[in-house]
């Protein structure tokens, strides 16, 4: 197995070039406007996140094919949360294909690894989190949309391979970080109860903390 160092080091470098990249790629997918550009602070933020989800994802994992998957899960991640605070929309164009590359990687680490239970485990947690989801978005409609459906069915994926508990424990906090800013919103008349709130940070939030909270992942 290779050293953390050189992996961490790598990370680092990863961020630091893609983080102004995944920065622009958000701005012109929330303007639907190909030519938008983004400023330095943006960026640099960008960057910095990024680069604290990647070490983050080599110290739960290592090198192994399962960190690819949490790796383009963080950058996915970077642009998901500054769109849909923008707009209030998550793009199929982020979510599916890391989605895809999520699927591959796991795939890979149980044909390496032996890890076919941890995959089996986390395919029916995404079916799980997307239903019961989907079912949520069709009951009200003016809360969930299709896109915090799929992003919750990503989220399964990668949480439910680490262990049902890590899955129960990131939506728990996900709904937890999403009612404490709402309530923070109303409480200083920035919105009111009905004012609809982007879900997709409070989420992806709260699969961040539960994974830090698991530790290492075998």
Same mark, same amino acid.
């Given at each position: 197995?290779?050293?953390?160092?050189?992996?961490?080091?790598? =990370?680092?470098?990863?961020?630091?070039?893609?983080?102004? /990249?995944?920065?622009? $790629?958000?701005?012109?997918?929330?303007?639907?406007?190909?030519?938008?550009?983004?400023?330095?602070?943006?960026?640099?933020?960008? =960057?910095?996140?990024? *680069?604290?989800?990647?070490?983050?994802?080599?110290?739960? $994992?290592?090198?192994?094919?399962? $960190?690819?998957?949490?790796?383009? *899960?963080?950058?996915?991640?970077?642009?998901? &949360?500054?769109?849909?605070?923008?707009?209030?929309?998550?793009?199929?164009?982020?979510?599916?294909?890391?989605?895809?590359?999520?699927?591959?990687?796991?795939?890979?680490?149980?044909?390496? %690894?032996?890890?076919?239970?941890?995959? /089996?485990?986390?395919? %029916?947690? !995404?079916?799980?989190?997307?239903?019961?989801?989907?079912? =949520? !978005?069709?009951?009200?409609?003016?809360?969930?949309?299709?896109?915090?459906?799929?992003?919750?069915?990503?989220? +399964? %994926?990668?949480?439910?391979?680490?262990?049902?508990?890590?899955?129960?424990? +990131?939506?728990?906090?996900?709904?937890?970080? +999403?009612?404490?800013?709402?309530?923070?919103?109303?409480? $200083?008349?920035? &919105? +009111?109860?009905?004012?609809?709130?982007?879900?997709?940070?409070?989420?992806?939030?709260?699969?961040? %903390? *539960?994974? /830090?909270?698991?530790?290492?992942?075998?």
């Amino acid at each position: 197995m290779l050293p953390r160092g050189p992996l961490l080091a790598l =990370a680092l470098l990863t961020a630091a070039v893609a983080g102004p /990249l995944l920065a622009r $790629t958000a701005v012109r997918l929330a303007a639907r406007d190909p030519a938008a550009r983004t400023g330095p602070a943006r960026a640099l933020a960008s =960057a910095a996140v990024l *680069a604290v989800l990647l070490c983050g994802a080599v110290l739960l $994992t290592g090198a192994r094919p399962a $960190t690819v998957a949490l790796a383009w *899960a963080a950058g996915a991640a970077v642009v998901l &949360a500054q769109v849909d605070l923008a707009v209030h929309r998550l793009p199929d164009r982020v979510t599916y294909p890391a989605a895809g590359v999520a699927v591959a990687a796991l795939l890979a680490d149980a044909a390496l %690894l032996g890890t076919w239970p941890a995959l /089996l485990r986390a395919l %029916l947690a !995404a079916a799980a989190a997307g239903g019961i989801a989907l079912l =949520a !978005a069709l009951a009200g409609p003016a809360g969930l949309g299709l896109g915090d459906v799929k992003l919750l069915a990503l989220l +399964g %994926l990668l949480l439910g391979w680490a262990g049902w508990g890590v899955l129960l424990a +990131g939506v728990f906090l996900g709904l937890l970080a +999403g009612a404490a800013v709402s309530l923070l919103l109303v409480a $200083t008349g920035r &919105a +009111g109860w009905r004012t609809a709130l982007p879900f997709g940070p409070p989420l992806l939030l709260g699969a961040v %903390l *539960a994974l /830090l909270l698991e530790g290492p992942v075998g």
